[in-house]
Structures are given as structure tokens and as C-alpha cells.
Nanobody, 123 residues
Framework: QVQLVESGGGLEEAGGSLRLSCTAS????????MGWFRQAPGKEREFVTA????????YFADSVKGRFTISRDNAKNTVYLEMNSMKAEDTAVYCC????????????????WGQGTQVTVSA
């Protein structure tokens, strides 16, 4: 059974930083592209960033470029999302997801999802 468990969410002030973690089990982590999505109240789920499984290429939504970074530790089956210079509009539930295909930017590309962790940024 595949499980993705996020941690690290919480309340942060605008301009601050948070680091999210997502630990996977039940799959060969190193063979999956890992992504982060977020969904704010009343809004559609949106792609944030992804890191590919084979070459470690990274993709970012324009809204987070230059502020967020993604990394992975295959030995720990964990992907990280480092969020810096946070803004109130970053407030959302953040979910990690796993995709078997190398390039995956759409939610439909992802086979497995975590439950999510709440991130709230106060203005």
C-alpha cells in the first residue's frame, strides 16, 4: 500500500520561511517524479513544483519561482519543499504526489497523493 505523508505545515508570517517534508512508503521512491500541489479555499488545486526521478530536473509554477525550492533524498524516500519569502497568497493545503512519468505538471499525471498539510501565511 502506497502512502505519502506530509509534515512541516503551520503558521508563518509574510516574508518568513517554512520547510515541508513528504515521506513515501510502499513504492520505489527513486523511480517516481515527486510533485507538490496546493489548494486554497474556494480555488482550484494548482501545481507548485516537481522534481523528476531520473535526472532531478525541477519545474516550478511562475508564482513560486525564485522563492520555493524542491529537493529529494532517495535514501530517505523523502521530498522537501522549501518555501521562502512567503506571501499571504501562499496560504493553502499543500499535498505531495508521486508520478511514474518523468515530466508531470498536471494533477492527472500523478498516481498517488498525500493527505496534505495546512500552510497559513499571515499578512
Amino acid at each position: 500500500q502506497v502512502q505519502l505523508v506530509e509534515s512541516g505545515g503551520g503558521l508563518e508570517e509574510a516574508g518568513g520561511s517554512l520547510r515541508l517534508s513528504c515521506t513515501a512508503s510502499g513504492l520505489t521512491f527513486s523511480r517516481y517524479t515527486m510533485g507538490w500541489f496546493r489548494q486554497a479555499p474556494g480555488k482550484e488545486r494548482e501545481f507548485v513544483t516537481a522534481i523528476t526521478w531520473r535526472d532531478g530536473n525541477k519545474y516550478f509554477a511562475d508564482s513560486v519561482k525564485g522563492r520555493f525550492t524542491i529537493s529529494r533524498d532517495n535514501a530517505k524516500n523523502t521530498v522537501y519543499l522549501e518555501m521562502n519569502s512567503m506571501k499571504a497568497e501562499d496560504t493553502a493545503v499543500y499535498c505531495c504526489a508521486a508520478a511514474f512519468q518523468r515530466i508531470a505538471r498536471a494533477a492527472a499525471d500523478y498516481a498517488y497523493w498525500g493527505q496534505g498539510t495546512q500552510v497559513t501565511v499571515s499578512a
